[in-house]
């Protein structure tokens, strides 16, 4: 019979001071890419964990949480429009249209100018929405890029849904998936 272990109760948590923000937000930045606001809201969830725990006071941790990202931003630690732009090429890369590219930044915080700039990027890159739709169908063997050919025919209603699930449109799903083959596109 296996034995029922105890958990030990959670300790609570520190108050969250000024330098203890800070650590947080360089120990976020050393595991992950992140924009200011994204480090924002882990800095404010550690807030009102504390604040929920009565160790802290939440005006007083926004106002630290701002102060950091301040400081964050001057040592140029965070940098909206390099994470935008890095985001939006590895986005492209997985075969996202523009317009899901620009949607996925606005959740992660990115607004305004750097996500011009991180659509100006991917021009710059050659990456169109007719690269990402190939890049989409090839990663999901979908349309030409599909090995059997009976079921290709059969499932090309779902193949046509796949890609509009993905933010593709309806012309530039058929172009790709009514592709003989692969080298008929060019790309892939």
Known sequence: MAEQR?????QPPKPPTQ????????HYLERYAASSEGVRRVL??????A??????D?????ADVAAVIDKLLARKLVDDSVFAEGRALSLARRGLPRSQI??????KGVEGDEVE?????LDEAGI???????????RKRLGPFCTNAAVRKDQRLRHMAAMARAGFDGTLARMVLDAPNPEALGEG
């Open 128 to 138: 169109s929405d007719r690269t990402a739709a190939i890049l989409f169908a090839k």
């Open 19 to 26: 330098e203890r923000l800070e650590k947080a937000a360089l």
């Open 117 to 121: 700039k991180a659509l100006a990027a």
């Open 44 to 49: 404010m969830r550690k807030v009102e964990r």
């Open 58 to 62: 939440k005006a007083q941790g926004a």
């Open 6 to 10: 105890q958990m030990k109760p959670r």
């Open 102 to 107: 620009v949607q996925r930044l606005k959740i």
């Open 51 to 56: 604040a929920r725990a009565g160790v802290g």
